[in-house]
């Protein structure tokens, strides 16, 4: 089966007036289907700019970056809005809703944009919030939720859509540790449906719960590993 992201020498390069910076350098990449993957590195390895890539927000400068087995390096960025609405979902450390809007509106925002019915908008988002155990806090603003709650309700967002990959971005990064366990046993739980997570975490416990594990440093991948994947509650033991 072809892999549903796929990098093929990847470069970006970020110019500042006389100065060249090379943030991804000959990056090659393949990612199956349903797969839990975590990407880690310092500040500065590239990390971001490779989910930036991957997540259709960024465009390669040199290479080429399949998604779903259709070549998108090229793409224009009206496109890439389509390809991100329709193949991509993402979570990020803030949770980015908006106040004073119920919890299912949230979810409902990015189904506006696909031009959905108001029917079908709000079935949708309810299911997504249901799927994330929230479907009793439907009506519920972000101001009377938890921070964990809410995490989920910008998951439930990002699955509205049904992608078929996520990106989360430091999704635990202003969480708890309990309410970190909650949100990456959702993450795990996702990966068993055959949505691929790609994970981006400056934690080394986070990353344990990976099906693998990309350690980046100036812009390349210097480690590619499989590994057994822990349960969120063991690493947080």
């Not at 093929?8 to 500042?16: F, G, I, Q, S, T």
Request: net charge positive.
């Amino acid at each position: 089966m072809e892999p549903v992201v796929r990098l093929v020498d990847v470069e970006r390069v970020y110019r500042l007036g006389e100065v060249e910076l090379k943030a991804l350098a000959g990056v090659s990449l393949e990612v199956p289907h349903g797969q839990l993957v975590a990407i880690v590195g310092a500040s500065g390895s590239g990390k971001s700019t490779l989910m930036n890539v991957i997540g259709c927000l960024d465009r390669p400068t040199a290479g080429r970056y399949f998604l779903d087995g259709k070549d998108v390096s090229t793409l224009g960025r009206a496109q890439l809005a389509g390809v991100r609405n329709r193949t991509l979902g993402f979570v990020f450390q803030s949770f980015n809703l908006l106040a004073r809007t119920s919890a299912v509106e949230n979810v409902e925002l990015p189904l506006v944009y696909g031009g959905l019915g108001g029917k079908e908008r709000r079935r949708r988002a309810t299911e997504a919030l249901v799927q994330v155990g929230l479907g009793d806090r439907l009506d519920h603003q972000p101001t009377q939720l938890s921070g964990g709650q809410q995490q989920r309700v910008a998951i439930a967002r990002a699955l509205v859509n049904r992608p078929r990959v996520l990106l989360a971005d430091e999704p635990t990064g202003a969480l708890d540790s309990k309410t970190s366990v909650e949100v990456m046993t959702l993450l795990v739980g996702l990966v068993a449906t055959g949505i691929t997570v790609i994970l981006v975490t400056h934690s080394h416990e986070v990353a344990q719960v990976a099906q693998r594990v990309l350690t980046m440093r100036d812009g390349k991948i210097i480690a590619d590993q499989l590994q057994q994947p822990r349960s969120p509650g063991e690493v947080a033991a």
